[in-house]
C-alpha cells in the first residue's frame, strides 16, 4: 500500500510511536512517506494514496488545531484515514471530532488506537528533576505497544469503515462546570507570553527557531524571541539542550522530556 503517515509531535512520545510504526509498516512491504504536521500546507501528493495514517498528542481533551486544519486539507475523496493518539489521561472526544470532521471531507475511518504516553505537561510543570513523581510520569505509559501497533496496521489493511463513538466519560461532561472548562483553557492561553529564553544560558543552537511547528520563536538583534502565536506543543522547552527555555517561573527546577525509552 502507498501510506501517508502524518505526525504531530511535541515533548516527543507521537513521533516515538510514529517512528516505530513507520518500521512495522515497511516491515509488511508498504510504501510510507512520513511527514511531520506543521503550519506549512501538505506537500502535492502525487500518487495514488491508499491509506493516510495520522498520529497526534491529546492538548486540553482536544487534537491540536493544526492536526484538525490539515484533515480539513485532506480533499481526497473516499480514501481510508486511522487516526493514532498519545495521552497522559484522557483523550474524551478528540478522534471522534476528527472522525467527524474527515468524513465530512471524504475519507473513511478505518482504524484508530490511543496509547498512554509520559504525561509531556506534567513533566514541564509538576515534577521535578530526580523527583519520584518524574520517574512516574515518565514510567507511565500502556502496555503492549508492539501488539496493539500491530492490530491497528491490521485494522487498517482490513479497510472496513468503523464507527467512532465517544469514550463513555464524555457522556458525563454536562458535570463539569462551564467555568471550569473555560478556565482550563483560558490557563492555557495564560502561559503563551510567558515563554522566555534565559540569555546566560542559551548556547544560541537555534534548535527551537527550527524545530517549532508555528515558526513562533525567531532570533532578532541577538536574542531568542517568542512570538503570540503558539500552540503550547512545548517541543521548545522539552528540547533545549541547555533548558534555557522557561514559561514564567513555572518549569524553574522541572523536569524536562528526554528521550523516553518504552518497552515495545
Ligand atoms: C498543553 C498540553 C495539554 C495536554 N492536555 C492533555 C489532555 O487533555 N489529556 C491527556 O490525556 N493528555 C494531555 N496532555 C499530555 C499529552 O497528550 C501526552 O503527554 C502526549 O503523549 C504528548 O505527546 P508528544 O510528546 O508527542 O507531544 C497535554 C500535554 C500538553 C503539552
Ligand atoms: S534551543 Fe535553547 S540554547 Fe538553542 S537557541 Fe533555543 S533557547 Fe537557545
Ligand atoms: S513556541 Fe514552543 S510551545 Fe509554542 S508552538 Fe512553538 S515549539 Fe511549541
Known amino acids: 500500500m502507498n501510506i501517508v503517515l502524518l505526525y504531530y509531535s511535541g515533548a516527543g512520545n507521537t513521533k516515538y510511536i510514529a517512528q516505530k510504526m513507520l518500521t512495522k509498516l515497511n516491515e509488511r512491504f508498504h510504501y510510507v512517506e512520513l511527514s511531520r504536521i506543521t503550519h506549512k500546507p501538505l506537500t502535492k501528493m502525487d500518487y495514488e494514496i491508499d491509506l493516510f495514517i495520522v498520529a497526534f498528542p491529546i492538548m486540553n481533551f482536544e487534537a491540536p488545531r493544526l492536526v484538525t486544519e490539515t484533515i480539513q486539507q485532506l480533499q481526497a475523496m473516499d480514501k481510508p484515514i486511522a487516526y493514532l493518539c498519545t495521552k497522559a489521561f484522557m483523550s474524551a472526544e478528540a ?30 510543570f509538576l515534577a521535578k528533576k530526580g523527583s519520584k513523581l518524574e520517574k512516574v510520569f515518565k514510567g507511565f505509559h500502556s502496555r503492549n505497544i508492539g501488539l496493539k501497533l500491530d492490530r491497528f496496521i491490521k485494522k487498517s489493511e482490513r479497510n472496513r469503515q468503523i464507527k467512532v463513538y465517544k469514550k463513555w466519560y464524555s457522556y458525563l461532561s454536562f458535570l463539569i462546570p462551564k467555568k471550569t472548562k473555560r478556565t482550563i483553557d483560558e490557563q492555557f492561553t495564560k502561559f503563551i507570553p510567558r515563554f522566555h529564553v534565559l540569555n546566560d544560558s542559551c548556547v544560541q543552537c537555534m534548535l527551537c527557531v527550527h524545530n517549532c511547528p508555528e515558526e513562533n520563536i525567531r532570533f532578532e538583534e541577538g536574542e531568542i524571541k517568542f512570538g503570540s502565536n503558539c500552540d503550547m506543543c512545548l517541543k521548545c522547552l522539552h528540547h533545549c539542550p541547555v533548558d534555557a527555555i522557561q514559561i514564567g517561573n513555572l518549569t524553574t527546577g522541572k523536569s524536562r522530556y528526554n528521550k523516553v525509552e518504552v518497552p515495545i
Open 95 to 124: 478522534i471522534a471530532k476528527l472522525s467527524t470532521i474527515s468524513t465530512q471531507h471524504g475519507l473513511r475511518t478505518v482504524a484508530k488506537l490511543d496509547l498512554y504516553m509520559p504525561s509531556s505537561d506534567g513533566l514541564a
